[in-house]
């Protein structure tokens, strides 16, 4: 009879013990570097890629459209020759999020060259 109360009060305390047990597991914050772009060396991108949101801005005005998914930010310029997407990203080390990769095309769609439409852009 004892052998039973104490195999009861051991079963019995086992779910107060269990939630003493921490399982949280421990979460690696740091972002991981953005991949270095093919764009990066296309002639004539180096005028955006790499450039921060405020860059940008000074360089095209307001954007149409600016969305934040952290930690990306999309910017989107637009004229009636071309609408440009900037990605921005920030890389290890630096919280600030900087032009990566960009998408050029026309209201149709189609797509449009990334140097032609940034310097339409610039001409606006």
């Known amino acids: 009879m004892i052998r039973m109360k104490a195999k009861f009060l051991i079963l019995l305390s086992l779910p107060a013990l269990a ?5 949280s597991v421990p979460q690696n914050t740091s972002l991981p570097a953005a991949p270095a ?3 990066q060396s296309v002639a004539g991108l180096d005028i955006v890629m790499g450039k921060t949101a405020d860059q940008l801005i000074r360089i ?3 954007p149409q459209l600016n969305i934040s998914e952290p930690p990306a ?4 310029f637009a004229s009636g020759a071309c ?6 990203y920030p890389s290890q080390g630096d919280s600030t999020g900087r032009v990566t990769h960009i ?7 189609a797509a449009v060259d990334r140097v032609s439409c940034v310097n339409a ?4």
Request: proline letters at 3%.
């Open 19 to 23: 939630a003493c047990a921490s399982t």
């Open 37 to 39: 772009s093919p764009l």
């Open 60 to 62: 095209f005005g307001q």
């Open 73 to 76: 930010q999309k910017l989107q």
């Open 83 to 88: 609408i440009l997407d900037a990605y921005l």
């Open 103 to 109: 998408d050029a095309r026309r209201s149709d769609g």
């Open 121 to 124: 852009l610039r001409l606006r």
